[in-house]
């Protein structure tokens, strides 16, 4: 047991130290931020400086590929891809494979087809494989960039076509044949014979006639040189040469990459204009600043975010991380997050201006705002990281790079805005000189009669009103029904949402290319061609080639195919030309002979070589062609089906091969991937949320309004014309990360607000919309502002990036300022089974450590080593206890106020004189007001002892010559400025100037303002030396000593006496008034004793019987808590 206890002693000793430590480290920052900002700024400029020399030294390259960029890291068409490009030597990054189509210059009619044609379209072919042109001075070849030809088919049949009249020759179409060989045309000609009544026959008429192409471009240099010759021929085929009997169309990976580049350009030139919306909107917002202080500010504001970005591509660039083009859209989302935290720092600067001189130097005021909003930052910096940190773990290279450049810019933003814009504000925020206010006017403003509104701003009232509207019947009803109406339309949102994907999302919608990509998509709903790599059947074994040729049978025969007739598939070829022989060998020997004899030149669709004698095939290529489908979802469905037929069949090492399966990967496992990402991301923001509210309900309240405002979104977005693709994966966790900052502000300001026992359910979730109602308004707008150019770029994906903060701005800032501030009451209320009541003053949070005191700890260590370190001392004081509000431990940014209030007044405690505390007590002897003015002076000098906060400097008060005790009065200062006199008690709220203590935190803060701040209010009558602090009472007492009516100011239906002509100065006093006639009924008729009548009439005597000139004495300590209906 004493091993125990000494463990438990040493745990809470380190415990007390490790809390000191960190609350000297925090007051540190600040101490040096405050003090020496350009220190800071200068060292901040030091280390940016040679960070950014890396875009001076190499030149940034942007990556865009269309199709490996938006592939899926872990899916079967990665390794499909690689098995495919090692088939022709070519690795998996350089395989390329475009397109040209031939048309009719007349849209709405058909080529016809003629030798005359076809050999000029041939020349067209000649001229794109000996293409050149000019890359960075060298001359470029289409010719050395290309593999081989594989347009053998349009070939053979545009020689075959001059010899048609021969009887080997048969040239109908879909399955011609020559010489004993048949092929299938419809790889080339497509739209064959519409307007006659069989498709069958020989080809009078096409729509397309298409020349297919396979580069090799391994290297960044060669796709760059690759791209060259494909926009040379893109732009000869915008100019529709007259020259030619047909107009062509052409689509490619390295167009699309270079039109995905323009758009990339065109973002990066509107995020000026974004930037300068934004500028022109903080201009507005910081009306009360000067000029110079504006301009410093909002560089400041800007520029934190801005070398965030600029700082975490220098970091990716030093490290060889590549750039893609939809990194872009970073100093967009950077800048927006940046703003927001800017808005709250310099919305809790504002509030802290309204501190006394005293108090307002600047380390000190510094050290309260960070303490007050690091916990907001870091919940906004820690979500959002979170959040792109997952989505780091996208499939998609594209999106994974952009979520990892995301989440480091975050980081160093987060950093950058103490380490840039808070210097700043500590220099250059300045208000503009307002007009001195005269005393006659600030007495009669500060004397109105409603307690709030004399001590409310007109912004704060808004909030009230607001609150108020919220919490009553009719606007919890329309919060019903608006909360009804969002998830109605996002449930009907979410249904209709469709898994696709296309190129067509990644390019400006105003190219020409989106025309191709049209008439490329539309042949493929006839001709959707799968390649099948595979091993080939022993021919000596029967049972063997049965089962490859039932496996054939079952591919050729899916859903939609054209069967063996539209198949080439040079197994069945050999085999047909070892029957068409008569051979009686049943192996791969005669494959060499089979080769030289076929005049179409398709060798390179197997692979074999020569061991001694005997022929080996190692791989063949075929291809099952079927009818396609316009839909890019319904085409990856049937792909995937495909690859469950593969299964069966392993010993063939059968794989398949679409130059789309990547995307079609991508569409089929989005869901998946969405679902895992979601969890993911939900479980690390419950974690972040808890860290910061270590409890369970905030957390939990937190993370279910996160998931609300993302299935909104998603369901939004929906009706906005988005579909479910890889895109909205990462907008949907881009959301998640934005919309906890909305719900965990609120659940932790609600947390805090809870602790200080405000009273009513409308005064907590004012001071929550208080402190995060405008900062967050404004964050809201200016990333609005921002994004809003986002919106004429043309592209899809850029544009999906920006619906998703409008999106998410417009449904939480709904959602949030309705559902929010009602929801957490709700729920914490039920759980907690109190419905609104404010826990007991005593009670301290669950997760709040319990700091030994110093004298516990030398206990402690005397036990554990037998020496008495406590001496008696008279001149040691006890420790001083002191009331502090109970707020939340922060276990993650170490500087929890309570912790540290009560760290201060140990120290207090065991270094002050007792004499020092007790000078200002007087000789007993002394006559009353002598003794009553030390008495004061001396509970004076007992309450500066005592600081309100550990970081403010004591309340300065002073003694007037009647003996009054009178706090400094500003006209600068807030509607908050009496908290510093204000101490919470077991039996409410004490005035820390005349130690009076009422019920109700309003009721002591109206106090401190009419007896301590206004000077006394005399009667204008003449000869009459009457004075008051409060105005009303100025009225009465005219009215009852000099007989002057009552303003009609004043309601006197509810106040006046219907059994006399008394008014009382409020309802709960008229009670006690009509209550004494009462009883003097009662006492005629004799109905009640005479004393129980004297006692309660002693209790309720009427406040018109006590002399109104005598003023209440200042040192009264009145203990009992006051109803709210007897404060005026």
Not at 611 to 620: S, Y
Not at 802 to 830: C, E, N
Request: glycine fraction near 6%; charge should be negative.
């Amino acid at each position: 047991m004493m091993v125990n206890k000494d463990g438990a002693g040493r745990d809470q000793d380190d415990s007390f130290l490790l809390s000191l430590l960190s609350f000297c480290e925090m007051n540190w920052i600040s101490y040096y931020l405050g003090n020496h900002p350009r220190r800071v700024l200068l060292t901040v400029f030091c280390v940016l400086i040679p960070l950014l020399s890396y875009f001076l030294i190499y030149p940034l390259e942007i990556e865009c590929d269309i199709r490996r960029g938006f592939a899926n890291k872990h899916g079967h068409a990665v390794e499909e891809l690689t098995k495919f490009s090692n088939f022709y030597n070519i690795s998996v990054g350089g395989l390329e494979i475009w397109g040209i189509l031939a048309r009719n210059k007349s849209t709405d009619k058909d080529l016809k087809i003629n030798l005359k044609l076809l050999n000029e379209i041939d020349e067209l072919h000649q001229y794109v494989w000996n293409y050149t042109t000019e890359y960075k001075g060298e001359t470029i070849r289409f010719k050395d960039l290309s593999s081989e030809d594989i347009n053998y088919v349009f070939n053979y049949y545009r020689r075959l076509l001059a010899i048609d009249w021969m009887p080997s020759v048969n040239l109908s179409y879909p399955l011609a044949s020559a010489f004993g060989h048949s092929f299938y045309l419809g790889s080339q000609f497509f739209g064959v014979n519409r307007g006659e009544e069989s498709k069958v026959g020989p080809i009078k008429t096409s729509q397309f006639v298409a020349l297919w192409y396979m580069s090799k471009a391994e290297t960044f240099e060669q796709k760059q040189k690759l791209q060259a010759v494909q926009l040379g021929i893109f732009k000869k085929s915008a100019e529709k040469p007259n020259d030619l009997l047909f107009d062509f169309e052409m689509f490619g990976d390295q167009v699309a990459n270079s039109e995905m580049l323009r758009g990339t350009l065109t973002t990066v030139k509107l995020f000026f204009i974004g930037g300068c919306l934004m500028v022109a909107f903080m201009a507005c917002t910081f009306t009360e600043l000067t000029v110079f202080s504006k301009i410093m500010l909002i560089i400041g504001a800007i520029g934190s975010p801005i070398a965030a970005t600029g700082a975490c591509f220098a970091i990716l660039g030093w490290v060889g991380h590549p750039f893609n083009s939809i990194m872009c859209i970073t100093p967009f989302l950077i800048l927006g997050i940046g703003v927001d935290d800017a808005f709250l720092l310099l919305n809790c600067w504002r509030r802290e201006e309204s501190k006394e001189k005293s108090a307002k130097e600047a380390q000190n005021q510094l050290a309260r705002v960070i303490r007050e909003i690091s916990p907001s930052m870091a919940i906004t910096s820690l979500t959002n990281t979170l959040a792109f940190g997952v989505g780091f773990l996208a499939p998609t290279p594209q999106m994974s790079s952009f979520c990892l450049g995301t989440a480091l810019a975050i980081v160093l933003d987060f950093l950058l805005e103490f380490l840039i814009f808070v210097p700043c504000m500590v220099l250059f925020y300045e208000k503009k000189p307002k007009s001195e206010v005269k005393n006659e006017k600030r007495i009669e403003a500060e004397n109105k009669v409603d307690l709030q509104e004399a001590s409310i701003s007109t912004a704060t009232f808004n909030w009230r009103s607001f609150t108020g509207w919220l919490l009553s019947v009719p606007g919890r009803f329309l919060v019903i029904l608006l909360y009804l109406s969002i998830f109605t339309a996002t449930y009907l949102g979410v249904t209709c949402m469709e898994s696709t994907f296309d190129p067509s999302k990644t390019f400006p919608s105003d190219s020409k290319l989106v025309d191709s990509l049209a008439s490329f998509t539309s042949i493929q709903e006839e001709y959707s061609p799968l390649n099948f790599l595979s091993n080939v059947p022993d021919l000596q074994n029967d049972t063997d080639v049965a089962i490859f040729e039932e496996m054939i049978h079952r591919l050729e025969n899916r859903e939609g195919c054209y069967g063996n007739t539209a198949s080439h598939n040079i197994y069945r070829d050999y085999k047909e030309y070892l029957n068409y022989t008569k051979s009686e060998e049943k192996n791969y020997n005669q494959l060499e002979k089979f080769l030289k004899g076929r005049v179409m030149d398709d060798g390179g669709t197997i692979k074999w070589h020569k061991e001694g004698n005997d022929t080996v095939i190692d791989l063949i290529n075929f291809v099952v062609v079927c009818q396609g489908r316009s839909s890019w979802s319904e085409r990856a469905v049937n792909v995937e089906k495909t690859r469950q037929i593969l299964v069966d069949y392993p010993q063939y090492n059968i794989t398949l091969f679409d130059y789309d399966g990547t995307i079609y990967d991508l569409i089929i496992t989005v869901k998946g991937e969405l679902v895992k990402s979601l969890a993911i991301t939900f479980t690390c923001m419950t974690i972040a949320c808890f860290v910061i509210m270590p409890s369970f309900v905030a957390p939990t309240i937190a993370s279910v309004a996160t998931v609300s405002i993302s299935f909104c979104l998603i369901g939004f977005l929906s009706i906005w014309g988005q579909n479910l693709d890889p895109v909205t994966m990462i907008d949907v966790i881009m959301a998640i990360g934005f919309s906890v900052d909305y719900s965990a502000h609120v659940c932790y300001h609600y947390y805090c607000a809870r602790e200080q026992n405000l009273g009513s359910k409308q005064e907590v979730i004012t001071q929550v919309l208080q402190a995060v109602g405008r900062p967050v308004i404004e964050a809201s707008l200016t990333t609005l502002l921002c994004m809003a150019p986002l919106f004429v770029v043309p592209v899809y994906m850029i544009q999906s990036f920006a619906k998703t903060p409008a999106g998410f701005r417009d449904t939480p800032t709904r959602l949030g300022y309705t559902q929010f501030p009602l929801q957490p009451h709700f729920r914490m209320s039920f759980l907690n089974n109190d419905f609104g009541s404010p826990p007991p003053a005593t009670s301290s949070p669950p997760s709040m450590p319990k700091i030994p005191t110093i004298q516990d700890m030398l206990n402690n260590i005397g036990a554990s080593t037998g020496v008495n370190l406590i001496q008696p001392n008279p001149y040691l004081q006890n420790q001083i206890p002191i009331n502090v509000p109970q707020l939340a431990f922060n276990p993650f940014l170490h500087m929890n106020p309570a912790i540290s209030q009560e760290i201060i007044q140990q120290f207090i405690a065991m270094s002050f004189n007792a004499q020092n505390v007790l000078t200002g007590m007087g000789n007993i002897g002394e006559d009353e007001a002598s003794c009553n003015l030390k008495m004061r002076r001396g509970d004076l000098l007992k309450m500066k002892s005592v600081s309100m906060e550990s970081t403010e400097d004591p309340p300065s008060i002073s003694i007037d010559p009647n003996g009054d005790m009178i706090v400094p009065n500003n006209d600068k200062e807030g509607w908050c400025r009496n908290k510093k006199y204000i101490e919470r008690t077991e039996n409410g709220y004490m005035c820390t100037v005349c130690r009076k203590v009422y019920g109700r935190y309003n009721s002591v803060s109206y106090h401190v303002t009419i007896y301590h701040r206004n000077p006394p209010i005399k009667c204008n009558m003449p000869n009459c030396q009457f004075t008051t602090r409060e105005a009303r009472y100025i009225h009465f007492h005219k009215y009852y000593r000099h007989g002057i009516p009552l303003p009609q100011s004043i309601d006197q239906g509810s106040r006046k006496c219907p059994h006399c002509r008394h008014v009382s100065k409020s309802p709960a006093m008229l009670e006690k008034h009509i209550r004494r006639h009462q009883l003097k009924d009662e006492i005629s008729n004799g109905s009640i004793d005479l004393s129980e009548a004297m006692r309660e009439r002693t209790s309720t005597i009427c406040d018109e019987t006590m002399d109104i000139e005598e003023q209440e004495p200042e040192t009264e300590f009145v203990m009992e808590t006051k109803p709210r209906s007897c404060t005026l």
